[in-house]
Structures are given as C-alpha cells and as structure tokens.
C-alpha cells in the first residue's frame, strides 16, 4: 500500500426500493432522517435514487435507494446483509425500542454485539438494518425539523455486514488491494451463528468497520426489493482517488473506471464474491447544486441531465 493511501470509512450504503412514497414515509418521518438529495439513478433516469442523511449531509451518514420495480430480494450469501445506523448512547436504544413498539416496527430487543449495544429492526420491505451504539463519540450534526429528539437521532452508517461462503479471496482483495486491518471475530448469534471477521479502516470504530460474515451453506442472494445494492468507502480528495483508480488497474482489479456523479467522485468495483464495492470522494457534496437549508427539497438533476428535466419528471411519480 502507498503510505498515505488509506480509505477512511463508510462513505454511503445504496439499496433498492419498490415504493418510494412508503420508503420516504419511513427514512424521514419514522427514521427522522433528512433526505437531502432527490435526483434519479444518473443510468436510469427513470428511477428515483434518494439519499437519507443527517442535518448536515455530512459523508458517512447517508443511506440511499434505487427506486426500481423489482421483486423482493431472495436472501443469502454473496450479498450485504445488514446496514448499521449509529446512535449515542443505551439510553437512545432504549427510546427506539419504545419508538419501534409506537410505531409497528418489526424489531428484536436491545442485544450485546460486539461489544455494542444493538437494536436489530427492518423497513416495510424487509430492509435489514440495526441501530448501533457508537458512545457518542466524533462529530454528529442533527436535524432541526427531525420528529426524532436530537438527542437519539441516527448519527451516521455503520458498522456495515456482508455474507460470503468463503473467507480467503475476499480476505485478500481487503487486505491487500484496500489496505483494510483484521482486528477481531465475534459468532454473530451465539455459538450458533456464523463467525464475522472484522475489518477496519482509517481510525476504526463503527463508523469506519467492515463486518465479513462466512456463511459457506446459504444459497446465493439475488438483489431485489429490500436488498442492498453496493456499499461505498470513503477518501477524502480527488488526488487520493485518482491514486485508488490507478491502484486497482495495477492490481488487475476491473473497475468502471473513473465516474464524475456530481456530489462525489466514484469507482466501481466488485469483490471476488460478486458483491458491488465503491470507493467515493467527500466532496463537493449534496451542497454543489442546492443551498444546505434546502436540501431535497424538489428534484435535482446533474447538469448534464438539466436539458431532460421536463421528460425525466414527467416519468417520476410524486413521493
């Protein structure tokens, strides 16, 4: 690894819905998270894409949807599994649990996982997610106009799990290709359950874990409704992404190449698994294009979509 070049943490969790009006009901009303970008899949102008994040659009803190009429997903192996969302403290636990039962959320009670406490719970679609607590510790930035105290709000993503049958190919692509540190495993349900290697990146800690669970007697998943789609890891500039870009080409890694999303910087790729990995720029952010105070606000479109606004939000429904 160049000295210097090392991924940060999670930049932002992608999945796919088939109701956006029901999936923007539950992100920002339930959740009380703030969509700050309302755009469209930049390769199919005819989906939504949404991004739900905190008061500040802050990178690491948004979980996004391809609106795509697709079935529900098939669960399994080979796919990511479970999207960590962070709070600060038990006492935030605690207020969800409540919140859950008020609210008929399908939900587990608050269990010890890792070290953290945690709330497992799913979206109407099945969406598997888990509110983690993270002791409050690092920046967050609350929503002002949240239905959720500012106290308990959801402070950002992680830790993120995903499921393969086998360690070792996805082992060494983290590793070796992406600079990530093995630091500990945990059974993921007692002695019952898979084991989960931990993978950290930058200064560790949730915000910043990839949790690798190996499950060789699962079926492979196939994406739909309520699945995730790709998960995308943080670097701070352009010049350090334009050096991942050329790290991946020498390692005889296949990527996209290159892709200018407007709001950040991106590059695709996939682990030996299948499973779709990004890296993602901080900057220029949701700001780019909307002033901060009314983010999400109406349909933005990049501005080599602008010409098609007409068309492409004569094709959208209303949220």
């Known amino acids: 690894m160049e000295p210097t070049l090392k991924l940060t943490g999670i930049h932002h969790l992608t999945a796919v819905t088939a109701t956006a009006s029901q999936n923007h009901a539950f992100y920002t009303q339930v959740l009380g998270m703030r969509m700050v970008k309302k755009t ?3 390769d199919d102008v005819s989906a939504y894409h949404l991004f739900y994040a905190d008061g500040n659009a802050t990178p690491g ?3 996004t949807f391809f609106d795509w009429p697709a079935p529900p997903e098939r669960r399994g192996t080979r796919s990511l599994v479970q ?6 403290s038990q006492a935030s636990l605690e207020w969800w649990q409540t919140h859950f039962v008020q609210k008929g959320v399908r939900h587990s009670g608050i269990v010890r996982r890792d070290g953290r406490g945690t709330l497992d719970f799913e979206d109407p679609e099945g969406q598997r997610l888990s509110l983690v607590e993270d002791g409050g510790i690092g920046e967050a930035h609350p929503w002002d106009k949240s239905r959720v105290p500012g106290m308990h709000q959801i402070r950002g993503l992680g830790p993120i799990r995903m499921s393969v049958p086998e360690l070792k190919d996805t082992d060494r692509v983290l590793t070796g290709v992406l600079g990530m540190e093995p630091v500990r495993s945990y059974p993921s349900a007692g002695d019952r359950g898979p084991t989960v290697h931990v993978y950290r990146m930058g200064a560790g800690g949730p915000a910043a874990e990839l949790h690798v669970a190996v499950e060789p007697n699962l079926p492979p998943a196939r994406t739909g409704a309520g699945g995730v789609h790709h ?3 943080r670097t701070p500039d352009d010049d350090e992404y334009f050096k991942w870009a050329e790290r991946l080409e020498r390692m005889g890694m296949p990527t996209s190449g290159p892709v200018d ?12 698994n299948g499973i779709l990995f990004e890296i993602a720029t901080d900057g220029p952010g949701f700001a780019t294009d909307e002033p901060l105070d009314s983010l999400g606000e109406r349909l933005a479109l ?7 606004r007409r068309e492409i939000e004569a094709g959208l429904k209303p949220l």
């Open 302 to 308: 990049p501005p080599f979509l602008e010409p098609r």
């Open 231 to 233: 998960v995308a890891f």
């Open 261 to 272: 999303r407007y709001y950040f910087r991106s590059l695709y790729f996939r682990e030996p």
């Open 83 to 88: 999207t960590g969302l962070r709070v600060g």
């Open 61 to 63: 803190t948004d979980i």
């Open 40 to 42: 469209v899949n930049q």
